[in-house]
């Protein structure tokens, strides 16, 4: 055989394992339950982006090896051409009509609030107290049924003796007492399994702001 037949042979091969390993790694992300996030936030600071990255960090880190994440983006705006444009009052029964047709299994809502910052001072330092809200609602579309509708709230103090303390430092460690307990609600209020009829055929993707 000649070189160059065997260098076409080794090219066909390799394409056609390529080729493989990615259907199947498609498929089995496909196999996963597909969950579609959305994501409002209305923190209302200066550091916003940083306290949604914090919020889609943690849902990508926690759910991506057991679920597929879908972005909710489209999802939102199908809502708003259903009249629903502040989603923090949206029902199930809205939420549940927006993803009729889609192969989605579950749904997460996930609003962060306008931050609280209050200043005080003492007789040896002054600093802040942020405080974090975070609605959260978890939809069972296959059922339409809540998972899990609730809120979030802590606070965090941030303080100095010498004075001139920041509120981002307080906010980022309040949402971080608040997100630890999101984490428990999701591992254990949403199912790693599905019924057959259900099965998503939606292409995975990263949950960002």
Do not use: C
Request: net charge neutral; hydrophobic share 45%; proline share 4%.
């Amino acid at each position: 055989m000649k070189l160059s037949n065997k260098v076409a042979m080794i090219v066909a091969w390799t394409i056609l394992l390529t080729l493989t390993f990615a259907v199947a790694a498609f498929a089995a992300e496909s196999e996963k339950p597909a969950i579609a996030v959305l994501f409002v936030n209305n923190a209302k600071t200066t550091y916003d982006d940083e306290l949604g990255k914090k919020i889609t960090d943690n849902i990508n880190s926690t759910l991506s090896s057991k679920y597929t994440l879908v972005p909710g983006k489209p999802f939102v705006e199908k809502l708003a051409k259903l009249g629903i444009t502040d989603l923090s009052t949206a029902e199930r029964n809205d939420i549940s009509e927006a993803f009729k047709s889609e192969s989605i299994n579950f749904v997460i809502y996930i609003e962060l609030q306008p931050v609280l910052i209050k200043s005080w001072e003492s007789f040896f330092n002054q600093g802040t107290a942020a405080t974090v809200t975070l609605p959260l609602k978890v939809i069972d579309l296959s059922q339409n049924k809540y998972l899990y509708n609730g809120k979030f709230i802590e606070q965090a103090d941030n303080s100095s003796i010498f004075g001139g303390v920041g509120t981002k430092a307080g906010a980022l460690a309040a949402l971080g007492k608040v997100l630890k307990s999101v984490d428990e609600v999701l591992v254990s209020r949403i199912p790693e399994t599905f019924a057959p009829s259900t099965k998503s055929n939606t292409a995975p993707g990263k949950i960002e702001q």
